[in-house]
Structure formats: structure tokens, C-alpha cells
């Protein structure tokens, strides 16, 4: 079992119902009517034609022209298509995607290998496979939106990065945010992971030269150092130092998982400062990209390309809470379970005065977040072909408390994400992780659950679940939403009465 595998049994789904919907549904719908008009124009060469209501950047439309202009001899030869431009169907330009989710099921797979080396072919196919079946990403797999294409080169270039390839990493960090224009955050988080794993590298090798076997004479005159560094490296110190007998210079060790903000923080940092060159020659590609994405922003005046005054960015603070409830909802059986509950229970006892301080202030911030920065967009409000439409109506805007009863929920999902996190992960990694989401999600007044994917999937592939019950179950409860949502999509189209056509629900 491996990555063949898995790109057989990804593909074992996506090609027979990205013929069903192509039957069912030929026509574009929903967005697709922005983007496969686009793409279209793209093939007939009508490069310097843009429909002003896409937000988006062209990168998509690129990526599918590469994919029609290596599939067009073929076609040719079979004479479904007479023309290049006839051949950018909407079934063809469809499934771009469709080979995109394979090439992102194989990339899952090879960061999870590379996440967790130890980890059996078996399981590790299994976790690819459920994380494929995650519903937001399955659903737009069949359709002509950006989403796929934007979650594979975030995957890709956060592999490249894992791989220490950092100037591939970056190059495909070019190509996610011209697909996706908030990638830019994601690229800003992988390079930091980046520095994080760096860093560690850099640790472990001062660990390994200090278990090498020394001379008397060295041991006698510093063997009260490095006595003393060891100690301060298990007792979880940030200052402790150890002496790179290679480059002459020292260089902080990492705390443990035990350490505080402050200490980890402050340890990071003089690491940092004393690999700064390295740093600086290993990441120049990023600040490049980084650089020329603030001149392009400032060159257009902001991050949206078209359809501006309906995506302006505004602070939708609650967007951020609803990301962490949706998300622990698709971990249900890792948030939810008796066993979650009493270990954030006793975690919660064990630390009264200051965990009853953080939850209280968490309340705090939540409640002023849902009264204050609550947004009810229009799209939101007059389109219910949406199901964040009936969650909106049916439990978030109910009755004027409803929102407010929701609070616990959303701290107690950001708790619980947070704790699982921990177990694994540095306290610098976290909020790293926490700040980049929140730079995605806040500035969003629309509530759309595809915003959600790219952040879930860092989420679920750093968490480090090994239990092999719990991604069942996750894989039957994505199944099971998966028939739902497609089964409406299909067999349960509805008409408007103030609008002619055919209307479908969509996430």
C-alpha cells in the first residue's frame, strides 16, 4: 500500500461521479458561470479579457489550459473535440479538478509519511484516504471552482518545504496565490514552520555532537558546561546553550513541550538570531514573493480583484468561531467523546485559578466578537441555494440568544483544538497556526465553509490521531455527508420565482 494506492482508490470515486454530475449538471452552475466563461476565453487565446465579477486570480485558468494542452493530441486522435477552444468543455475543464484531488490525496499521503516516518503504510493510506472524503474538499472536486487547485499547492508547497527544498517550496507558493490571493498567508505559515524545523534540526545536531565521546582532558575542562546545558535542556530552560564545535558559535537549545510562552519564545528567537544568515539565504524566495505581493496589493488598491464593494474586507471576528465549532464538528469523534471532555475537565481542576482566568476571557472575547463583529452578508441573507443560508436562519439567527448560547460550543472547540495541538506541537507552532487562520478567516465577511478547508487540513495533519476507530468513524460521518450533500445537489434541484432556471443546493 502507498501513494499508487491511494491515487487508485481516490480515483476509483472521483471519475464515476464527475461523469454523473457532468450528466446530471452539464451546464455551469453557481460560480462556474464566472469561471468557465473565463477559462474558455483563455483557450481561444483572449488573454487580455477578464470578467471584472471574479475575485479570484487567473491561476487556475492557466493550470487548466497546461492540463487541456496535454490532453488535446489524445483528443484529436479520438475526435470529441475540432478545435483547442472546443475542447475546453465544462466536463474537461471540470476535471482539472478531478486530477487534482488525486495529485492532493498522494501529496496528504507524503506529508503524513513525512510527519510521521514510524507510521505504517496501512494507516498511513487510511488517513490519506478519510482526509480525501473531507466534504468540503470532496464536493468541489466535481465542480469548476478554485478550491482544489489552491488546497493542492498549498499541500505541495508546504511538502517541499518539510523536504527543505525551499526554493521549490516558494515557486509553488507563487503559483498557490496566484490561484488563491490569500494563500499569501499560508506561504507566510509554511515558511515559518520552516524556520521552526530548522531550528529543531540545528538542535538535534548540537544534542548529537554533545553524546560524542570526549577526551579526558576536554571532558575535564568542559564537562562542567555541558553538564550544565543538559541540565537546563531537560529541565525545559530556554537559555541553555550548547557549542558547535563545526561553526564556533552557540546556539539556543529548544525548550520542551513543558516550557512557557515566554521561554520558548524567547528561545526561538535567539536561535534565530544566531542562525540568521542561514535563515535569511534559506528563506530569501519568500520574502521575495512576499515583497511582491504587497506591491501588487498596493498597485490594486486591495487583495480582491473584481466584485470589490461585495467583498470588502471586514472584521468578522465571528467567522474565526465558527471555524473552530466547524471544525470540531468534522472531528466529532476526537472533540466530542467522553474521554476529551474529562481530560479538558481535569486539566481545567489541576490548573483552577489560571484556566478559569483563560476560559473567562476567552467567554469574554467570544461574547463581544458575536454582539460586535457578527456580519450578516448579503449574498448570505438572499441566496438559499447555500446551507450556511439555513444555519444562519435556523440556529445562529433563530432568536436574538441563540447566538449567544453558541459561545460555550466555540470556546470549548477552540479548547479542545488547542489541547490536542499541544500534545505535539510547540506553543510557537500554535499560535503561529492560530494567527495564520485568523488572517484568512476575519477579514471574510461572507461565511463560506470552503474557506475552511486549507486551515482543517493543517489542523487534522498536525493533531497526530492514531487511533485507527476514531478515522473510521470520521471517515463514515465524511461518507455519509458526502451522499447527502450530493444526493440534494442532484435529485433535489428547485426553481426560483423570481428568476427562470434550474436551482441546486451547494456547501
Not at 476567552?362 to 446551507?387: E, G, K, M, Q
Request: hydrophobic share 50%; charged share 10%.
Amino acid at each position: 500500500m502507498g501513494r499508487i494506492t491511494v491515487a487508485l482508490i481516490v480515483s476509483s470515486w472521483v471519475i464515476p461521479m464527475s461523469i454523473l454530475v457532468n450528466h446530471i449538471v452539464p451546464e455551469p452552475y453557481m460560480d462556474e458561470i464566472f469561471h468557465v466563461p473565463q477559462a474558455q476565453k483563455y483557450c481561444a487565446g483572449k488573454f487580455k479579457s477578464w470578467d471584472p465579477m471574479i475575485t479570484t486570480p487567473p491561476g487556475l485558468y492557466f493550470l487548466s489550459l497546461a492540463y487541456v494542452a496535454f490532453l488535446f493530441p489524445g483528443m484529436l486522435f479520438t475526435q470529441p473535440a475540432s478545435s483547442f477552444t472546443n475542447a475546453c468543455s465544462t466536463a474537461v475543464l471540470r476535471s482539472t479538478n478531478g486530477l487534482l484531488a488525486v495529485i492532493c490525496s498522494i501529496l496528504v499521503y507524503e506529508i503524513i509519511k513525512s510527519l510521521k516516518p514510524s507510521l505504517d503504510d496501512r494507516k498511513a493510506t487510511l488517513y490519506t484516504v478519510v482526509l480525501a472524503l473531507y466534504p468540503l474538499h470532496w464536493f468541489f472536486t466535481f465542480l469548476y471552482y478554485t478550491d482544489v487547485a489552491s488546497l493542492a499547492l498549498v499541500l505541495a508547497m508546504y511538502l517541499m518545504c518539510l523536504k527543505k527544498n525551499y526554493l521549490c517550496s516558494a515557486l509553488l507558493g507563487v503559483v498557490a496565490v496566484v490561484v488563491r490571493q490569500t494563500n499569501i498567508i499560508w506561504m507566510l505559515f509554511v515558511a515559518c514552520i520552516g524556520v521552526l524545523n530548522l531550528i529543531q534540526a540545528k538542535e538535534k545536531r548540537e544534542e548529537n555532537l554533545l553524546s560524542v565521546p570526549i577526551d579526558d582532558h576536554l571532558a575535564s575542562s568542559r564537562g562542567d558546561g555541558i553538564s550544565s546545558n543538559l541540565k537546563r535542556r531537560r529541565s525545559g530552560s530556554a537559555i541553555g546553550t550548547a557549542t558547535d564545535s563545526v561553526r564556533g558559535t552557540s546556539v539556543p537549545f529548544l525548550p520542551d513541550h513543558s516550557s512557557g510562552w515566554f521561554s520558548e519564545t524567547w528561545s526561538i528567537i535567539l536561535a534565530a538570531w544566531h542562525l540568521k544568515w542561514e535563515l535569511l539565504v534559506s528563506f530569501s524566495p519568500f520574502f521575495a514573493v512576499v515583497a511582491a505581493f504587497a506591491a501588487f496589493v498596493v498597485w490594486n488598491g486591495s487583495i480582491v480583484l473584481g466584485a470589490k464593494e461585495a467583498h470588502t474586507v471586514s472584521p468578522h471576528f465571528a467567522q474565526l468561531l465558527y471555524y473552530g465549532l466547524v471544525s470540531a464538528c468534522f472531528m466529532a469523534p476526537v472533540h466530542f467523546s467522553t474521554s476529551q471532555a474529562a481530560m479538558l475537565a481535569g486539566s481545567f481542576r489541576k490548573n483552577r485559578p489560571l484556566s478559569f482566568l483563560l476560559w473567562f476571557l476567552a467567554t469574554v472575547v467570544s461574547f463581544l466578537s458575536v454582539h460586535y463583529f457578527s456580519i450578516a452578508h448579503p449574498y448570505l441573507l438572499a441566496d438559499n441555494r447555500h446551507y450556511p443560508f439555513y444555519l444562519w436562519r435556523k440556529i445562529i439567527n433563530a432568536h436574538w440568544s441563540t447566538k449567544y448560547l453558541l459561545v460555550p460550543l466555540y470556546v470549548y472547540s477552540w479548547t479542545s483544538i488547542f489541547s490536542m495541538l499541544a500534545k505535539v506541537q510547540k506553543k510557537v507552532w500554535i499560535l503561529a497556526y492560530f494567527l495564520s487562520s485568523a488572517a484568512v478567516l476575519i477579514p471574510a465577511p461572507l461565511i463560506e465553509f470552503r474557506y475552511y478547508t486549507i486551515p482543517f487540513f493543517f489542523l487534522i495533519l498536525h493533531c497526530h490521531i492514531t487511533n485507527d476507530r476514531v478515522w473510521l468513524l470520521m471517515g463514515l460521518l465524511y461518507a455519509s455527508i458526502n451522499i447527502y450533500s450530493m444526493m440534494m445537489f442532484l435529485f433535489r434541484p428547485f426553481h426560483w420565482n423570481h428568476e427562470p432556471g434550474v436551482q441546486r443546493f451547494i456547501w
